[in-house]
């Protein structure tokens, strides 16, 4: 089976980097495109559920993504392989992910997975696993 397109989840920890590099070197083995997704929080506050593609969004309409816009350019420019999109979604990453699946022809989505309390309680990627229409690589990180 050979992917074409990867999607990497960014929550921008530390830990999060073993995350990217999984993804980086998946994407150059299979000569795949890679792009990366951060889930945000407090866009809600603004009444924005769903996805972004950064590159058109008018980012005065919904200050606290100017933040984010850089973080994610500036990884997305520190990273030893080329981002093809860059995303934010808002809420359930369980169904914001459908959006970008589907346009941009995503066959996979890697995420971490920390072995923790609030993971137990709030299992994001458990949902994940019910809902997604694409492969799913999930990153174990553990707390040291």
């Known amino acids: 089976m050979s992917y074409r397109h990867i999607l990497v989840t960014v929550d921008f920890e530390e830990d999060n980097q073993l995350v990217i590099d999984k993804g980086i070197n998946l994407a150059k083995s299979l000569d795949a495109k890679l792009s990366l997704v951060h889930v945000n929080q407090l866009l809600g506050e603004y009444g924005f559920t769903g996805l972004m593609d950064l590159s058109l969004v008018g980012l005065a309409a919904y200050p606290d993504l100017e933040e984010l816009t850089q973080q994610l350019k500036t990884l997305a420019s520190e990273l030893d392989y080329d981002v093809a999109h860059t995303y934010v979604v808002n809420g359930d990453i369980s169904y914001s ?18 072995h923790d309390f609030w993971s137990r309680v709030s299992p994001t990627v458990g949902g994940l696993v019910n809902t997604s229409s694409v492969d799913l690589l999930i990153v174990a990180l553990i707390d040291k």
């Open 97 to 114: 992910l459908e959006t970008p699946v589907k346009e941009a022809g995503i066959d996979l989505i890697i995420c971490g997975h920390h």
